[in-house]
């Protein structure tokens, strides 16, 4: 059918010759009445409906195109009066729309409607034919608002503008950028105007039954808006006239909307107000530019806001925030350009919109709440204030250089902090956290690379100084409220302040002093924590603490520094050593952390650190022979400090000092011969440590808080390392036929002071010392082949003076028996009670092996027999039977010698010299059995 | 108070040792030496005792060592054509010296043509073997008197016949029997601490008592030094480095045991110093051993290891022609 139409419409228009303009507009009358007529016909027949109202609609649309045609067309012209075509073309349009308004429906009509536009537009001759189409839009408006046909009017919209842009477009395409200037501008504007008017009056006074046909009406309403500006725009002759084009547009739009009937329908309202303000806020950047717009523009949507206030109307206050934070948001979006740019009027603009949005959000939200009640509005009204801070973010950015920017946003975060407690709001302190992050973020990544300076001074040093301390000043204020005993602070900036002038400490302190900044650091923070009772300072200091033992122990052994000067180890671990202690002290005295478990392991583990510290110094600083010294004298210390305050850290570091420095003895002063003719260093470094291990066992044994913490073992343990090191000492330092007897030398000292003090450990030690004297006479000195250096015969001086050593041992020994007979305390170990007796035994020995090895072979037996009387006599001046029996014992050895040996190989003046010595001396043993028998009977 | 005085005393007496070795700058090696010479003297003493109890007597020590050498004595090294006479040079050195050892036992002195052997050894029985290459290290008659007097006194002090005894008991080999299959090695290895100490002091005795210089020994030990190269004394650059040395030396020293040159030459000064021994002038040594000298030195520049046969033809040594073969002694 349409093509059929089109199909006329060109024939009229064509310059045919044989057929004249009345021809032609006859032809086109008379298919249009066949159409007409056969399509009524037709429609009474319910089968061909559908095709009949096709030909209904076709066939008007023909009879409206002739009617236009017979002006307008050249071919087809066949009317002169212009006014009366006009009238035709309404008779035929009134009455196309009265004949298909009979059948009711909507696309039989719109059909029709639809063939008249496309009949003008393929036949846009002329400015005067756009006359046409104002009519059919006219007629559309009419039709759409009598049957309430809003869907048709949303076709007619398209049409009428669509229409009217292919119209312009050829004429368009033809300007230059330079003059855009046309003949037809005034009335193509005029006819646009008129098409908006019209379809917004419509839309304005329109009926509306159900919700369907509003939201069909919003469409249509805000089509039409969106296309009269589109091609207000297109056909742009005048662009310096935009501004007030849009400003009077969008007045006029939110004027309407306020009209009684919009409002009543309440979508007209919200459509034509939203309208309005959106075209006067567009229409701001066509005059003005730069900060102004902003300005203008949320002074525009401040107004809206108010307004919605004031008027207690929702749209308004919606469009006012909705303005301001896409303005806000086109704002932040641009304004990362111009950081560190010193721009203060942008600066400015966004602290004034800052202020505002604060204003609102404190004012309005607090004063006027029942206004936001609704969801959407309580959370725009919340959003507005996080605008109001990434405000102030930007404001700061583009005022401040880039290595304050950091110290800025910190200053803003706190004094949004600050102000957050002062209106106790959450908001607020939340963007005071997020505004504090970004200015921590900012002094970890940007202010800490930048090696500039002010004034001599580092920037590093005072920008991130700075944001550090305004870190704490955040975590302070961000939560004021009392928990308990403790002041609460915000703990993330707290550890974010720290982690910051630790970072610090890296980066502006040389490698080597970075450790005891770190310590310097966990001292302050503790004092700090205790002070304020803070468990997350604490906490800091623990790790700063932990953190610079770590890095001292990975970076500062090495730092040896120049030979001669102090060395930066040295300067740098000591300090943070005694940091350490005193960090443990700190955490044991103090009240303000009395039952916190975990301090005291923290404190405890302290000085484990410390105290390894100190033993890897005294490593690296002394010669390799001075270590051992050191850590005994450093182990002197801490047992002694251990005691008096009462820790068992420091005793048992004390313990494991004093055990290394008497491991290490053995692999380096052990070694330390030195040069003949001098004390060896062996010796002055080998004995200091000897009279260590036994003064701490002897304070010890008197300490009644050690006893009852059972670490008296640990004082035995050193007296058997005292005792240990001078033997060790002795077996080094005399030559090697002398070790027996100095040892033996050392069994008399022993048992002497373990009779003098009563100490039975030092008596367990002599006895326990004899029997090596015994082993070493016997394996080295005796069955050693003699020293052909020495010239003589040694084993006389060096097993007699062991001997000599193990009687007098044997004498001191006596006492100690007597001693303890006298005084018995606690419990007895192994020769407590007889030490006489294994050193008895032990002399006579060595004694009776010397004798078999240094008397010729013929003196043996005699010397024996010498031995056994002396053993004898000696036996009942000690009232001992074991003696007595050991001396009878070497007699009968001598007898069973002779009998057996010296009877048969010995010479003859050796033969006869033993068995009268040996004779006399049984004789005597006889004798003095005889005479002492009763006694000797007592003692059995 | 007592107390305290007493703490105050140790911790100054402490301090003042401290302070001492550092301002001294006391150097001291550090290592297990101490503890490992300790401990091999330890065992020494232990066997002492059964060694003793089961000695053998100086016949069978004679003929265990006779036979033991005859094996050696079969060695390539014996077709020197200079052999002779070195041997007799030697004999000749280690004969002044031999009346003044404890056993008077038949000490034959027996040279190795190697310029590779840089060692000497003793058997027991009297047998002292040494090679060319120890020869070529020494340019004095004093030296190599010191050496074979260290020599004689492994055996004088029946460390040889304690190691055979060992040897036989743990090969269950009689002491009359085939003691030709104890190869020659175990006698090569070295002895104790104690022993290696024992023989220095004596052996310089020895060589001092029939009139030549003790620094003869000490120049030897300085010597020796070359080969066991250097920086023991260089400080570990951590406690951890120093502990996984000392543990290392620990386990490796355990098995040596062998004093080290240095402190040989140490316990010598020492020994001349307590006697009192004058300097003496150190005579020339009567062996050229030019060709065996060149292998040595290439042998401490670290050259890689020639072939043994490099300069085989000519002999590693070869008596001097202007030396005197009598030496006047005291």
Not at chain 1, 475 to 499: M, N, Q, T, Y
Not at chain 2, 5 to 11: K, Q
Not at chain 2, 252 to 279: C, M, Q, V
Request: aromatic share 10%.
């Amino acid at each position: 059918m349409i093509i059929l139409v089109l199909g006329v419409g060109f024939f009229l228009a064509y310059q045919l010759t044989n057929l004249g303009p009345a021809g032609k507009v006859s032809v086109g009358l008379l298919v249009a009445a066949v159409m007409l007529g056969g399509g009524i016909r037709l429609e009474r027949n319910e089968r061909y409906r559908i095709p009949a109202r096709a030909l209904i609609g076709g066939g008007w649309a023909l009879l409206y195109f002739v009617a236009f045609a017979m002006y307008y067309v050249p071919a087809a012209k066949v009317l002169q009066s212009q006014a009366v075509d006009l009238l035709l073309m309404m008779a035929v349009a009134t009455a196309m729309v009265w004949h298909t308004l009979r059948y009711d429906s909507q696309v039989v009509t719109g059909l029709a409607f639809l063939l008249g536009f496309t009949t003008i537009t393929i036949h846009h001759s002329a400015v005067l034919s756009l006359a046409a189409g104002a009519i059919l839009a006219a007629g559309l408006i009419a039709v759409v608002l009598w049957k309430r046909w809003y869907e048709l009017e949303v076709l007619g919209i398209l049409a009428a503008y669509l229409n009217h842009l292919y119209w312009l477009m050829p004429i368009v395409s033809q300007l230059t950028p330079a003059n855009r200037h046309f003949p037809e501008f005034p009335m193509s504007t005029t006819l646009l105007a008129l098409y908006w008017a019209g379809f917004r009056a419509s839309y304005l006074v329109r009926k509306i039954d159900e919700e369907a046909q509003e939201n069909v009406s919003t469409v249509a309403a805000l089509l039409n808006g969106g296309l009269f500006l589109a091609i207000l725009k297109y056909q742009a002759a005048h662009p310096e006239w935009a501004f007030w084009a849009l400003l009077v547009l969008g007045a006029v739009e939110l004027a309407l909307g306020q009209l009684p009937n919009a409002k009543r329908r309440r979508m007209p309202f919200i459509v034509l107000t939203i309208i309005g303000a959106s075209l006067m806020v567009a229409a701001i950047p066509f005059r003005y530019s730069g900060n102004s717009v902003a300005v203008l523009w949320l002074v525009e949507g401040e107004a809206l806001f108010l307004a919605g206030i004031w008027a207690r109307e929702i749209v308004f206050r919606r469009l006012g925030m909705l303005v301001t934070l896409l303005v806000t948001l086109q704002l932040l979006i641009q304004t990362p350009d111009a950081y560190a740019t010193y721009n203060w009027r942008l600066g400015v603009s966004l602290l004034v919109s800052a202020a505002t949005f604060y204003f609102d959000h404190l004012w309005f939200g607090r004063r006027k709440r029942e206004l936001f009640t609704h969801e959407l509005d309580a959370g725009a009204l919340r959003v507005i204030s996080f605008f109001g801070a990434l405000a102030l973010l930007e404001a700061v950015a583009v005022m401040a250089s880039d290595t304050w920017m950091a110290v800025g946003w910190m200053t803003v975060a706190l004094l949004l902090a600050t102000f957050a407690r002062a209106v106790d709001s959450d908001d607020i302190s939340l963007q005071a956290i997020g505004l504090a992050v970004v200015g921590v973020m900012r002094a970890v990544y940007i202010n800490l690379e930048t090696e500039a300076a002010w004034h001599g001074m580092s920037l590093r040093l005072l920008t991130v100084g700075c944001v550090a301390i305004l870190s704490y000043a955040i975590a302070v204020i961000l939560r004021p409220k009392r928990l308990g005993d403790e002041i609460a602070i915000s703990p993330a900036f707290s550890w974010a302040g720290s982690v910051l002038v630790a970072l610090l400490c890296w980066y502006e302190l040389r490698p080597v002093l970075v450790a005891t900044g770190w310590a310097v650091l966990g001292l302050l923070l503790l004092e700090t924590g205790l002070w304020f009772r803070s468990r997350h300072l604490r906490w800091q200091s623990y790790v700063a603490l932990v953190a610079a033992f770590l890095r001292a122990i990975t970076s500062n052994l090495d730092a040896a520094g120049a030979a001669g000067a102090i060395s930066p180890r040295l300067y740098s671990i000591l300090p943070m050593a005694l940091i350490l202690y005193y960090a443990y002290r700190r955490l044991e005295t103090s009240e303000r952390v009395s039952g916190d478990e975990i301090a005291g392991q923290i404190a405890g583990l302290f000085t484990w650190m410390a105290s390894l510290l100190i033993g890897l110094l005294c490593w690296y600083e002394l010669r390799p022979i001075a270590v051992a010294v050191a850590w005994a004298i450093f182990g002197l210390i801490l047992f002694e400090a251990g005691i008096s305050l009462k820790s068992w850290h420091l005793r048992f570091q004390s313990y494991i000092a004093l055990a290394a420095a008497f491991v290490r003895m053995y692999f380096v002063n052990i070694n330390a011969a030195g040069a003949g003719g001098e004390i060896s260093p062996r010796v002055y470094t080998i004995v200091p440590l000897a009279l260590i291990f036994f003064y701490v066992y002897v304070r010890t044994a008197g300490n009644e808080m050690l006893q009852r913490h059972g670490e008296g073992a640990a004082g035995m343990v050193g007296a058997y390392m005292g005792t240990a090191t001078l033997a060790s000492l002795a077996f080094f330092e005399l030559p090697r036929i002398w070790v027996a007897a100095g040892w033996s030398g050392m069994c008399v000292l022993l048992l002497a002071v373990g009779w003098r003090s009563a100490r039975r450990i030092f008596v367990h030690q002599g006895v326990a010392l004899s029997l090596p004297v015994v082993w070493r006479g016997i394996s080295y000195n005796l069955l050693q082949t003699p020293n052909l250096a020495a010239g003589v015969d040694q084993r006389w001086a060096t097993a007699g003076s062991a001997v000599l050593g193990l009687c007098a041992a044997l004498g001191a020994g006596f006492l100690a028996r007597r001693k303890q007979e006298e005084a018995p305390n606690g419990a007895a170990l192994l020769f407590d009670y007889r030490p006489e007796q294994a050193l008895f035994f032990s002399m006579v020995t060595l004694l009776t092996v010397m004798l078999a090895f240094v008397m010729r072979s013929g003196m043996i037996t005699v010397s024996w027999g010498l031995e056994g009387v002396a053993v004898f006599l000696f036996a009942l001046l000690a009232g001992e039977r074991s003696f007595r029996l050991c001396g009878l014992g070497l007699l009968l050895l001598c007898v069973g010698k002779i009998l057996i040996v010296d009877f048969w190989s010995l010479g003859l003046r050796d033969k006869w010299i033993t068995l009268i010595i040996l004779g006399a001396a049984l004789m005597l043993v006889s004798f003095l059995y005889s005479r002492y028998r009763e006694a000797i009977r007592q003692y059995l | 108070m007592r107390r305290w005085a007493a703490l105050v005393i140790i911790v100054a007496a402490a301090t003042a040792a401290l302070v001492l070795v550092q301002r001294r700058k006391v150097e001291a090696p550090v290592g297990p030496q101490g503890v490992l010479n300790a401990i091999a003297e330890s065992e020494r003493d232990a066997t002492r005792v059964p060694a003793r109890m089961t000695r053998i007597s100086d016949d069978d020590e004679i003929r265990a060592g006779n036979e033991i050498a005859k094996h050696e004595q079969s060695s390539e090294s014996r077709k020197d054509p200079e052999l002779p006479a070195i041997e007799a040079h030697l004999q000749q050195v280690a004969g002044r010296m031999a009346p003044y050892t404890t056993r008077k036992l038949p000490y034959r002195i027996h040279y190795i043509a190697d310029p590779w052997f840089v060692n000497a050894f003793a058997l027991p029985g009297g047998h002292v073997f040494i090679g060319a290459g120890l020869i070529a290290v020494m340019e004095t008659e004093d030296e190599l008197a010191s050496v074979l007097g260290h020599e004689m006194e492994h055996i004088d002090h029946y460390h040889c016949a304690e190691r055979l005894q060992t040897e036989a008991t743990l090969r269950k080999i009689p002491i009359a029997g085939a003691l030709a299959s104890i190869p020659v090695a175990i006698f090569q290895a070295g002895y104790t601490k104690d022993q290696e100490m024992e023989a220095d002091r004596d052996g310089t005795y020895l060589a001092y008592r029939v009139g030549y210089s003790p620094t003869g020994a000490l120049r030897m030990f300085e010597a020796f030094e070359k080969f066991e190269g250097s920086a023991r004394q260089r400080k570990a650059s951590s406690p951890g480095e120093e502990a996984g040395e000392v543990v290392s030396d620990l386990l490796t020293g355990y098995f040596r045991s062998h004093p080290f040159s240095a402190e040989r030459a140490e316990a010598t000064r020492r020994l001349i110093s307590d006697k009192n021994w004058p300097p003496r002038p150190e005579r020339d040594l009567q062996i050229d051993c030019t060709t065996a000298h060149k292998t040595i030195n290439r042998y401490i520049a670290g050259s890689p290891a020639p072939t043994k046969n490099k300069d085989a033809g000519e002999p590693p040594c070869r008596m001097r022609p202007e030396s005197k073969a009598a030496v006047s002694v005291k």
